[in-house]
C-alpha cells in the first residue's frame, strides 16, 4: 500500500505565489502542504530582475496593473522590510527618446495614482553620476528592490511555523477524479520525489495549482485547456553595484531598460521572446549583446562593467480572454509583442470547468503575490468552509529561521559585529564565515530539508558571488564532511551539479575577467577532481 497523505489544501508550486497562499493559509488555521518539483523558487520567482515596483512602468500599457503595485509595494515594504532595499526609483529618458512619451509621463502617473516627481537634468546626474551624459528628462518615482528568495524563504517559514508543511523535489504528476456530492472533484493527487523517483499519494479537499508558467500543464492533469503564454526575460548580474537607485528607461516598456540595485550587484534586463515550450529556459548570446548595447545608452559603465552571470526566466502570461478571472482581464489578443499581453493575475475556479476544488492562480509579479495569495486563499477557505479573514497585510513577515544569511553583504556586517577570531572565512566573495554555514546545516537538518550544497545556496550567498562557487563550493564541501553530512564520493556529486548550474549562468559572459575566472574554475575542477569526465568516481578509484 502506497503512502497516503490526507490535508485540506495542496499547494502545487513553491515560487513566491505558492509559498504566499501557504503562508495566508496557515495564517487563518488552515493547514497547507506545498509540493514543489524543484526547490524554493525554481521558476520564475528566481528568476526575475528584484524589481519592487511602484507601478510608473505600467502607467501607459495597464493602468489598473500600475495602481495595483503602487498599494502593494507599499504594503511590502511595512511587512517586509528586512527583503526589500528602499532605493528609490527614477525614469530616465535620454537622447532620441520619444519625447511626446516623456510629455506624457506625468499625466499618465497621475491617472493610476502612481507617485512621481520631475527632476532636472543636473538634478538626476548628481544623484546618479553614472547615467549617460545624454540624459534629457527624469522623474523620481517610489520604485525599490526585494530580494525574491528571501520573501519566498521568509514566506514558507512562517507558514511551517503556523502548521504548514513543505516538500522540495516533488512533483505533481496524475491527478485522479471521482464524485462527491454529486460534484466532480480531485480525490488523490499522484506525486513523484524526483530525487527517488518514488511515488506517493495526496488525498487533499482543495488543490491549488501555483505553479506559474507550468499552470497549463497542471490544469491538463485534470483535463482542463489552459493557453499559457510563455515569454522568456534574460537578465545579467554585474560585479559591482553600478547606481543607487533603480534606474528605467523612460519609454513605452521595451527591451534592456531597467537596471536593479540588488544589494553588492546590479541586475540589468530585460527581453520579452515567445517560447515554444518549457524545456530550455536560458539566455542566448544575442541577448546578450543586445542589452549590454541597450544598456549602455542609458548607463554608459553597463558597456564595459564586469559580468558575472547571466540567466532567464519565463514570464507566466495567460492568452485567453476569460470573464470569470477574478481580477479583471484586460488583455489585448496577444500580438507579436508579448508586452501587450497583460501582466495582471488571474484566478480561475476550475468549477467552471466541472472540476469543482481545483483553484489555478497565475500570471501577475512579484510585486503583487500577496494580493495573489489573499484572493486564492478567500476562495480556498470559502470552498473549505472555514469563515477567516486575511491579515497578511498586518503581521510581520518574519521567522525565527536563519534567514538573514541570504543578504548579500549582510554576512560581512554581522561577521564584522559578531565573529569570534578563530572563525574562518569559507565565502570570500560574500564574505561567509564557516559559523554561518554550521548554523545553516543544522537548520536545514532540523527543518528535513537536504543539507546539500544546493540548499546552501539557496539559503545564503553561496555560488553567489564573483567566483560563483570555485572557493566556497571546496571549502563548505570540506565542512561537510567534517560535520558528517556527506560520507563518500557524495561531496563530488554536490561539487558537480553546483558547478554545472552555476557554469550555465557563466557562459554566455565568456569574455574580459569573468573568462580567466571560468579559465581558473576549469584547470581546478577538471584536472584536480576529473569533473569533466562522465564519473569522475571511477579515475579517483582508479588513482587510490
Ligand atoms: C525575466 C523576468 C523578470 C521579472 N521581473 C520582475 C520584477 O522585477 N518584479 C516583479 O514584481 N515581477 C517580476 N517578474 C514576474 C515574477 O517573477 C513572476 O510573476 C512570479 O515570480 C511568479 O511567481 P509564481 O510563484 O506564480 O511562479 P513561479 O515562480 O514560476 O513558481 C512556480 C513553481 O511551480 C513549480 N512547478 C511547476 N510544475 C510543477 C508540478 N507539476 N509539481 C510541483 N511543482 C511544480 C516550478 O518548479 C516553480 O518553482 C519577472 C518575471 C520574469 C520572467
Same mark, same amino acid.
Given at each position: 500500500?502506497?503512502?497516503?497523505? #490526507?490535508?485540506?489544501?495542496? =499547494?502545487?508550486?513553491? /515560487?513566491?505565489?505558492?509559498?504566499?497562499?501557504?503562508?495566508?493559509?496557515?495564517?487563518?488555521? =488552515?493547514?497547507?502542504?506545498?509540493?514543489?518539483?524543484?526547490? =524554493?523558487?525554481? &521558476?520564475?520567482?528566481?528568476?526575475?530582475?528584484?524589481?519592487?515596483?511602484?507601478?510608473?512602468?505600467?502607467?501607459?500599457?495597464?493602468? #489598473?496593473?500600475?495602481?495595483? %503595485?503602487?498599494?502593494?509595494?507599499? =504594503?511590502?515594504?511595512?511587512?517586509?522590510?528586512?527583503?526589500?532595499?528602499?532605493?528609490?526609483?527614477?525614469?530616465?529618458?535620454?537622447?532620441?527618446?520619444?519625447?511626446?512619451?516623456?510629455?506624457?509621463? *506625468?499625466?499618465?502617473?497621475?491617472? @493610476? /495614482?502612481?507617485?512621481?516627481?520631475?527632476?532636472?537634468?543636473?538634478?538626476?546626474?548628481?544623484?546618479? *553620476?553614472?547615467?549617460?551624459?545624454?540624459?534629457?528628462?527624469?522623474?523620481?518615482?517610489?520604485? @525599490?528592490?526585494?530580494?525574491?528568495?528571501?520573501?519566498?524563504?521568509?514566506?514558507?517559514?512562517?507558514?511551517?511555523?503556523?502548521?504548514?508543511?513543505?516538500?522540495?523535489?516533488?512533483?505533481?504528476? /496524475?491527478?485522479?477524479?471521482?464524485?462527491?456530492?454529486?460534484?466532480?472533484?480531485?480525490?488523490?493527487?499522484?506525486?513523484?520525489?524526483?530525487?527517488?523517483?518514488? %511515488?506517493?499519494?495526496?488525498? *487533499?479537499? !482543495?488543490?491549488?495549482?501555483?505553479?506559474?508558467?507550468?499552470?497549463?500543464?497542471?490544469?491538463?492533469?485534470?483535463?482542463?485547456?489552459?493557453?499559457?503564454?510563455?515569454?522568456?526575460?534574460?537578465?545579467? !548580474?554585474?560585479?559591482?553595484?553600478?547606481?543607487?537607485?533603480?534606474?528605467?528607461?523612460?519609454?513605452?516598456?521595451?527591451?534592456?531598460?531597467?537596471?536593479?540595485? &540588488?544589494?553588492?550587484?546590479?541586475?540589468?534586463?530585460?527581453?520579452?521572446?515567445?517560447?515554444?515550450?518549457?524545456?530550455?529556459?536560458?539566455?542566448?548570446?544575442?541577448?546578450?549583446?543586445?542589452?549590454?548595447?541597450?544598456?549602455?545608452?542609458?548607463?554608459?559603465?553597463?558597456?564595459?562593467?564586469?559580468?558575472?552571470?547571466?540567466?532567464?526566466?519565463?514570464?507566466?502570461?495567460?492568452?485567453?480572454?476569460?470573464?470569470?478571472?477574478?481580477?479583471?482581464?484586460?488583455?489585448?489578443?496577444?500580438?507579436?509583442?508579448?508586452?501587450? !499581453?497583460?501582466?495582471?493575475?488571474?484566478?480561475?475556479?476550475?468549477?467552471?470547468?466541472?472540476?469543482?476544488?481545483?483553484?489555478?492562480?497565475?500570471? &501577475?509579479?512579484?510585486?503583487?503575490?500577496?494580493?495573489?495569495?489573499?484572493?486564492?486563499?478567500?476562495?480556498?477557505?470559502?470552498?473549505?468552509?472555514?469563515?477567516?479573514?486575511?491579515?497578511?497585510?498586518?503581521?510581520?513577515?518574519?521567522?525565527?529561521?536563519?534567514?538573514?544569511?541570504?543578504?548579500?553583504?549582510?554576512?560581512?556586517?554581522?561577521?564584522?559585529?559578531?565573529?569570534?577570531?578563530?572563525?574562518?572565512?569559507?565565502?570570500?566573495?560574500?564574505?561567509?564565515?564557516?559559523?554561518?554555514?554550521?548554523?545553516?546545516?543544522?537548520?536545514?537538518?532540523?527543518?528535513?530539508?537536504? @543539507?546539500?550544497?544546493?540548499?546552501?545556496?539557496?539559503?545564503?550567498?553561496?555560488?553567489?558571488?564573483?567566483?560563483?562557487?570555485?572557493?566556497?563550493?571546496?571549502?563548505?564541501?570540506?565542512?561537510?564532511?567534517?560535520?558528517?553530512?556527506?560520507?563518500?564520493?557524495?561531496?563530488?556529486?554536490?561539487?558537480?551539479?553546483?558547478?554545472?548550474?552555476?557554469?550555465?549562468?557563466?557562459? *554566455?559572459?565568456?569574455?574580459?575577467?569573468?573568462?580567466?575566472?571560468?579559465?581558473?574554475?576549469?584547470?581546478?575542477?577538471?584536472?584536480?577532481?576529473?569533473?569533466?569526465?562522465?564519473?569522475?568516481?571511477?579515475?579517483?578509484?582508479?588513482?587510490?
Amino acid at each position: 500500500m502506497k503512502k497516503i497523505l #490526507d490535508i485540506p489544501a495542496l =499547494i502545487i508550486g513553491g /515560487g513566491v505565489t505558492g509559498t504566499g497562499i501557504a503562508r495566508d493559509l496557515a495564517l487563518r488555521g =488552515i493547514s497547507a502542504l506545498v509540493i514543489e518539483m524543484g526547490n =524554493i523558487n525554481d &521558476g520564475a520567482s528566481g528568476r526575475n530582475h528584484g524589481l519592487l515596483h511602484s507601478g510608473a512602468r505600467y502607467v501607459g500599457s495597464d493602468p #489598473d496593473s500600475a495602481a495595483e %503595485c503602487a498599494r502593494e509595494s507599499q =504594503i511590502l515594504k511595512k511587512i517586509a522590510p528586512h527583503c526589500i532595499e528602499d532605493t528609490g526609483g527614477l525614469y530616465v529618458a535620454v537622447k532620441g527618446d520619444d519625447e511626446a512619451y516623456v510629455a506624457d509621463f *506625468p499625466n499618465l502617473c497621475k491617472r @493610476a /495614482g502612481v507617485f512621481c516627481q520631475p527632476l532636472s537634468v543636473h538634478q538626476v546626474l548628481e544623484l546618479e *553620476p553614472g547615467l549617460s551624459k545624454d540624459a534629457i528628462a527624469a522623474f523620481k518615482v517610489k520604485d @525599490a528592490s526585494v530580494d525574491p528568495f528571501h520573501i519566498s524563504l521568509e514566506n514558507m517559514n512562517q507558514a511551517i511555523e503556523h502548521g504548514a508543511t513543505y516538500y522540495s523535489n516533488c512533483k505533481a504528476i /496524475g491527478f485522479s477524479l471521482g464524485t462527491m456530492s454529486g460534484k466532480k472533484i480531485i480525490k488523490k493527487v499522484k506525486v513523484q520525489n524526483n530525487l527517488t523517483g518514488a %511515488c506517493f499519494y495526496i488525498t *487533499p479537499r !482543495v488543490v491549488i495549482n501555483a505553479t506559474g508558467a507550468w499552470a497549463g500543464m497542471v490544469t491538463a492533469l485534470a483535463g482542463i485547456h489552459l493557453d499559457m503564454i510563455y515569454s522568456k526575460g534574460s537578465l545579467l !548580474v554585474t560585479h559591482n553595484r553600478l547606481t543607487t537607485h533603480v534606474i528605467n528607461r523612460l519609454r513605452p516598456a521595451a527591451d534592456g531598460d531597467i537596471l536593479v540595485p &540588488g544589494r553588492t550587484v546590479s541586475i540589468f534586463g530585460t527581453t520579452s521572446i515567445r517560447l515554444d515550450n518549457l524545456d530550455a529556459i536560458k539566455p542566448d548570446f544575442n541577448e546578450i549583446d543586445f542589452l549590454v548595447d541597450q544598456g549602455a545608452q542609458m548607463v554608459p559603465g553597463l558597456e564595459t562593467t564586469r559580468y558575472i552571470r547571466a540567466y532567464a526566466g519565463v514570464r507566466p502570461l495567460v492568452s485567453n480572454r476569460d470573464e470569470s478571472t477574478i481580477d479583471k482581464a484586460t488583455i489585448d489578443e496577444p500580438g507579436e509583442d508579448d508586452r501587450a !499581453v497583460s501582466r495582471g493575475f488571474y484566478l480561475f475556479d476550475h468549477s467552471r470547468d466541472d472540476v469543482d476544488n481545483l483553484l489555478t492562480i497565475t500570471g &501577475g509579479k512579484v510585486t503583487t503575490y500577496r494580493l495573489m495569495a489573499e484572493k486564492t486563499a478567500d476562495l480556498a477557505a470559502k470552498k473549505l468552509k472555514v469563515a477567516s479573514v486575511c491579515t497578511t497585510a498586518q503581521i510581520p513577515l518574519t521567522s525565527k529561521a536563519p534567514s538573514k544569511l541570504i543578504e548579500a553583504g549582510m554576512s560581512v556586517k554581522l561577521w564584522a559585529r559578531e565573529s569570534d577570531p578563530g572563525d574562518s572565512m569559507m565565502c570570500e566573495c560574500e564574505m561567509v564565515p564557516k559559523s554561518h554555514f554550521k548554523e545553516l546545516l543544522l537548520w536545514l537538518k532540523q527543518n528535513r530539508e537536504t @543539507a546539500d550544497l544546493n540548499s546552501l545556496r539557496i539559503h545564503s550567498r553561496l555560488g553567489k558571488g564573483a567566483c560563483q562557487g570555485t572557493f566556497c563550493s571546496l571549502r563548505v564541501t570540506g565542512l561537510m564532511y567534517d560535520e558528517a553530512y556527506l560520507k563518500g564520493s557524495q561531496g563530488l556529486d554536490n561539487i558537480r551539479f553546483l558547478l554545472t548550474e552555476r557554469f550555465k549562468g557563466q557562459k *554566455p559572459l565568456l569574455w574580459g575577467s569573468q573568462l580567466a575566472q571560468a579559465e581558473l574554475n576549469e584547470a581546478m575542477f577538471c584536472s584536480f577532481f576529473g569533473l569533466d569526465m562522465a564519473d569522475p568516481r571511477a579515475d579517483l578509484d582508479k588513482k587510490g
